[in-house]
């Protein structure tokens, strides 16, 4: 099957998306998560302020206000579970 083509449904024409428009909904589809997850960890009793630092760092997320010195944020550090 080549890169046109797609199942039973024939030739399927690409079109072309512009960048900006690729980065808006990843962002949005990341949002959306982030967004479930805080409200999933809310359910289970952790504060929401606290649910959205663990999401962030997660995602290396800043949380609204905090300002890093090198502009950019560190990387989560997940324990070792061995």
Known sequence: ???????????????????EDLITAVETARDKVMADEVKSLVKFGIPKAMAQQMVAARFQQRVGGEEGESGEAEPAVWPDMS
């Open 1 to 19: 099957m080549g890169a046109a083509q797609s199942g039973y449904h024939g030739v399927v024409k690409q079109g072309t998306v512009p960048l």
